[in-house]
């Protein structure tokens, strides 16, 4: 193969290390939209509930401090200016993004090694799912089951001061949710 038909083969969306990151982020419960043309950059993973975006970029192609993103020894002049005009465009699109209010994340090609890190990485950046408001809901729901109990011994505190005492310790939880957690127990 020359270098033309290699050149041609190299895919710019459903690489191995996008598909590693969706993969990624599907199993830790978030779900994302896939290259928005009508955002900047076409991000690779997009949450629009969040305003957020992930670009899941190759080493070479962006020009990565590590092993992987250095300039071929052939024909450097053309890569140089190749490379520099990528990382150009990708700073264009963050910043773009960010005017409209868009919070971005990228993730290397490289850090999948890691995926562990990613992992963390993500959840920090993107926050809780949906998955962590069940939990959430399950504490909550344990919570007044408690207070029930108590009740019921005689240990009975004013119903205010209860739910207040609880909403501090569960900010998450709204008063609605605790409502109908508190009808389902009766």
């Given at each position: ?50 305003r957020k975006v992930i670009f ?131």
């Open positions: 193969m020359d270098r033309s038909e290699n050149m041609r083969s190299i895919r710019g969306k459903d690489t191995q290390p996008e598909m590693a990151v969706r993969s990624l982020v599907h199993r830790l419960g978030y779900r994302f939209r896939l290259h928005r043309a009508d955002l900047p950059g076409k991000p690779d993973l997009a949450f629009p509930a969040r899941v970029h190759g080493c070479f192609w962006h020009s990565h401090n590590c092993k992987s993103g250095l300039i071929p020894h052939s024909n450097q002049e053309f890569w140089q200016v190749k490379l520099h005009r990528n990382k150009e465009r990708d700073s264009r699109s963050i910043q773009t993004l960010a005017k409209q209010g868009w919070e971005s994340l990228t993730i290397w090609q490289c850090e999948l090694k890691n995926t562990s890190a990613v992992s963390t990485k993500i959840k920090r950046f993107l926050g809780a799912t949906g998955t962590d408001d069940i939990a959430a809901l399950a504490d909550a729901e344990e919570g007044i089951r408690q207070g029930l109990k108590d009740a019921n011994a005689g240990r009975l505190r004013p119903v205010r001061e209860f739910f207040a005492e609880f909403e501090a310790t569960h900010p998450v939880l709204q008063k609605t949710r605790i409502a109908k957690a508190t009808r389902r127990l009766k």
